[in-house]
Nanobody, 115 residues
Framework: QVQLVESGGGLVQPGGSLRLSCTAS????????MGWYRQAPGKQRELVAA???????NYADSVKGRFTISRDNAVNTVSLQMNSLKPEDTAVYYC?????????WGQGTQVTVSS
């Protein structure tokens, strides 16, 4: 079974930084796309950032310029560097990976931005 394990969430003050990491196991081939979604209370889940196997990236307008997504294909890891965090970034962040037309999800990690 494919398993995505996230780490790096926590509590941070506005303007601070966090780095999320997600490592995939149980896969033979690399994923086509890996990314991060988030869901805040009372809101729909939204795409934060995504990166293809070849390194092409896509960011939500709300995080562009503040967040950076990267991946290491050799170890099936995707990371999200989050800088200049705002209270509205508070959410559960989910790692996502796509392979063979299927979506795989991590368990989620809580990011709370508060003073």
């Amino acid at each position: 079974q494919v398993q995505l394990v996230e780490s790096g969430g926590g509590l941070v003050q506005p303007g601070g930084s966090l780095r999320l990491s997600c490592t995939a196991s149980g896969v033979i081939l690399s994923f086509n796309t890996m990314g991060w979604y988030r869901q805040a209370p009372g809101k729909q889940r939204e795409l934060v950032a995504a990166i293809t196997r070849g390194g092409s990236t896509n960011y939500a307008d709300s995080v562009k310029g503040r967040f950076t997504i990267s991946r290491d294909n050799a170890v099936n890891t995707v990371s999200l560097q989050m800088n200049s965090l705002k209270p509205e970034d508070t959410a559960v962040y989910y790692c996502n990976a796509v392979k063979l037309g299927l979506d795989f999800w991590g368990q989620g990690t809580q990011v709370t931005v508060s003073s």
